[in-house]
Structure formats: C-alpha cells, structure tokens
C-alpha cells in the first residue's frame, strides 16, 4: 500500500513539474519583445563519436525569431555533400521545416520551425549516406545566451488600419459635400443679388420716366 502510495506521489509530483515548466515556457515568449534573436546550443548523443559529429557539423549558433506573434527558430547545418533529409524532431515528433537557405558550394542548409518554448525539447534526424542509415542526437538551446540582435515593431493591427482609413474617407466625403453645399449657396446668393440688381435698376428706370413725363 505504501508502494503505491509513493509511485502516486511521485506521478502527481512528475505532472505537476511538467505543467509548471509549460506554463513557465509560455511566459519566457510572451515577456521577450518582437525581434530577431542568437542564442547558443548544446548537442547530445549517447555515443562520443556521434557527440563529435553533431558538434561539427551543426552551427552552434541559432536564430529565435518572432513575427507576428508567434516564434520560431532557424538552425544551419553543414556537410550536405554526404548527409541529406534533415528533419526536426519537437517533444519526440517531426514537425514541419521550411528550407530558408542551401548553399551547395560551401555544402550547407538552414531550416526554420516555429516553437513554443525557449528552450523546446528538440532533436533531429539526418541520414548518413557513408551509414546508410538516419543519425539522431538532441539540440539544446542555451536559454542564458540568448541576445536580441533586432528589435521589431509590430505592424498596425489591419482592423485598426482599415476602421481608420473608413474614417478618413468619410472625414473626407463629409469635407467634400461641406464645400459643394458651400459653393452652391455662394452661387444662390450671387445669382439674388445680380436679380435684385437688375429689378433695382428697372425700378429707377421707370420712376425717371414717370418723372419726366409728369415734368411736361
């Protein structure tokens, strides 16, 4: 009974770190500003001639990167002229990596993946041509080198943008009947003052000749 006691504490304490370090993950992201970002890596293989082979030939440097709202990471590796299918293992699956660069005459490729943590649970496959077979180890990122190389400002969020420019033409539609009303009242009040001119003048006109005529 005790036994199973322990083995229940143990796993309630296991998934409790677990979400913990989640949860920490998620806020170590959400705290760091938009940029662009180099932090260091670590490798790991059971085997030292695998520990060398994964330190030669992936750069030890990376790129954390976040682009509207969300993150990812850039890793290059070297020495494409006999190892190819390069994949990215997170928490033990593949995830999808876009081929950001490849240069074949120095023999290297950058993938980029997007991330949820800082310091995510990573891996990854490369295929051997000499082995005939994949070769695995772990990357992992040195969280405490991490160094903001660029900041970026996030753009105007385009439901802002577009109630503003709506607001912008109708300012400018509102501006433009203003100024039609305006010259047309202008022209109204022109045209009155040109008739009352002219039925002033008739007016003189006739009273003149009355007054000549009553003179004789």
């Given at each position: ?58 750069d030890e440097n990376m ?60 891996s990854t496959k490369i ?16 969280e405490d080198t991490l ?70």
């Amino acid at each position: 009974m005790k036994k199973i006691k322990s083995l229940f504490l143990i796993t309630m304490f296991s998934l409790i770190m677990s979400v913990q370090t989640i949860v920490a993950s998620a806020a170590q992201l959400s705290e760091l500003e938009s940029g662009i970002y180099e932090i260091k890596n670590d490798v790991y293989h059971e085997q030292e001639i695998g520990m060398n082979m994964a330190r030669t030939y992936l750069d030890e440097n990376m790129i954390l990167e976040k682009s509207e709202g969300k993150w990812y990471y850039t890793i290059k590796f070297s020495g494409t002229d006999y190892m190819n299918n390069h994949r990215i293992c997170l928490n033990g699956k593949e995830v999808d990596a876009e081929v950001v660069s490849e240069d074949e005459s120095k023999h290297t490729i950058e993938l980029k993946f997007e991330t949820d943590s800082v310091t995510p649970n990573l891996s990854t496959k490369i295929y051997v041509d000499a082995m005939e077979r994949d070769v695995e180890f772990d990357v992992i990122p040195k969280e405490d080198t991490l160094n903001l190389v660029e900041a970026i400002e996030e753009p105007v969020e385009k439901v802002e943008a577009e109630s503003t420019s709506q607001e912008d033409e109708k300012t400018s539609e509102e501006t433009k009947n203003k100024e039609v009303k305006e010259n047309s009242t202008k022209e109204k009040t022109s045209n009155k003052t040109i008739f009352i001119g002219i039925g002033a003048v008739i007016v003189i006109a006739i009273i003149a000749l009355v007054l000549k005529k009553s003179k004789k």
